[in-house]
């Protein structure tokens, strides 16, 4: 994957942070004190398609340029001189022991351990419809996938639930059926499958379910005869003749 550079604006337009990443680094939460832009177009991408050390350097170039606040060189938050990322480090065996010795024997107060219990009961995972799984107490509910935990009201739920049941119970009155088979029976088709054996029928729909060996559908089978496609699964159709 590519590496980039990134930087976060003010509302006058004027640079406050500049970074290196790839993938969605450039929308995740930083350090404290560097908080990402709400607005989309105060984030700008400096130069993409680089290599990490390319990245890296251009990540120093461009703080150069503009300094550092805590140093009284320039306008931006970074605490370093850039170049000092972590990404894709490996650590030997000797750095994975001490920093797991300096995680462990560390007790949290109970006061802190309270908070973290308060925060987090009533919480669940759900689902923000793009494939990411959320952990929080609130859920838009829009984006719910079916099967997994919603901390939704129940009055919400329930209203869900009959919408849902609503469109698996929903289904064509007789009178449309009729209409519909009338607007597809206009005219007299002409099939052939791939071995050249030729079907006569003046409804496409009711020859994919009598033939349901061929695994066809109608809809494709109308884009082949109206000349949108030239074939579907190695099948043609041709109009024979026009119904009046």
Not at 2 to 9: E, I, V
Not at 26 to 40: A, E, N, R
Request: proline letters at 3%; aromatic letters at 10%.
């Amino acid at each position: 994957m590519y590496y980039y550079t990134y930087a976060y604006l003010r509302e006058d337009k004027t640079p406050y942070y500049v970074g290196k990443g790839k993938g969605r680094r450039v929308y995740l939460k930083h350090q404290k004190g560097i908080s990402v832009p709400k607005d989309k177009s105060r984030i700008i991408f400096l130069k993409q398609n680089l290599t990490e050390q390319e990245a890296f350097k251009h990540e120093i170039y461009m703080i150069a340029v503009f300094g550092r606040k805590d140093l009284g060189t320039g306008i931006l938050r970074n605490k370093t001189d850039g170049g000092d990322g972590a990404s894709g480090a490996v650590r030997s065996e000797e750095q994975r022991k001490n920093i797991s010795k300096g995680k462990k024997g560390k007790p949290q107060t109970k006061e802190h351990s309270e908070n973290m219990g308060k925060a987090k009961r009533g919480a669940k995972w759900w689902n923000d419809g793009l494939g990411n799984r959320k952990y929080s107490k609130e859920c838009p509910g829009d984006v719910w996938v079916l099967g997994m935990d919603c901390p939704c009201s129940e009055e919400r739920k329930e209203k869900i639930s009959i919408k849902r049941k609503m469109r698996v119970e929903w289904k064509h009155k007789e009178e449309t059926k009729i209409k519909i088979s009338k607007s597809q029976s206009k005219y007299i088709y002409e099939l052939k499958n791939p071995n050249q054996e030729t079907f006569i029928t003046n409804n496409l729909t009711d020859f994919c379910k009598e033939n349901p060996q061929y695994n066809l559908y109608r809809r494709l089978l109308c884009d082949v005869a109206h000349g949108k496609q030239r074939h579907h699964k190695g099948w043609t159709v041709r109009i024979l003749a026009h119904i009046t």
